[in-house]
């Protein structure tokens, strides 16, 4: 019988690691709680520090966050402007025009060679 090896994805790989980071993260805060309190900060004193550092580093991912996606939203904004810009030469179309209908150039000039003084 042969064993299936499971690949995991980019999705599963990204979690854990944030998993792992906030485990460090509150291992140092706990870490960071017992300093304070041994160097003769009280206990609700010291959880305020650390709810003040959480409610800082919440607050500064989104500022970073907010910025990143006005970011993202302008260049979104000049890449679809720029990719429907009117400055573009447009095709020649078949329409009905000074000559009679036939391919014309967008300055309405006609571009098929058809004559229509030329019927014989």
């Known amino acids: 019988m042969t064993t299936q090896s499971h690949t995991f994805g980019w999705t599963y790989r990204l979690g ?34 650390v ?36 400055d573009e030469q447009k095709a020649p179309e078949l329409r009905d025009g000074i000559f009679g209908f036939g391919l014309y150039h967008r300055d309405g000039s006609r571009i098929d060679p058809y004559d229509p003084d030329d019927d014989g």
């Open 16 to 49: 854990r690691g944030a998993s792992h980071a906030w485990r460090s993260y509150a291992r140092k805060e706990h870490g960071a709680a017992i300093w304070l309190v041994e160097h003769g900060i009280p206990a609700g004193g010291t959880r305020a520090v």
């Open 51 to 86: 709810w003040m550092l959480r409610l800082l580093t919440v607050g500064g991912i989104a500022y970073l966050s907010f910025w990143l996606a006005l970011l993202l939203g302008c260049l979104v904004a000049v890449a679809w402007s720029a990719g429907s810009s009117d």
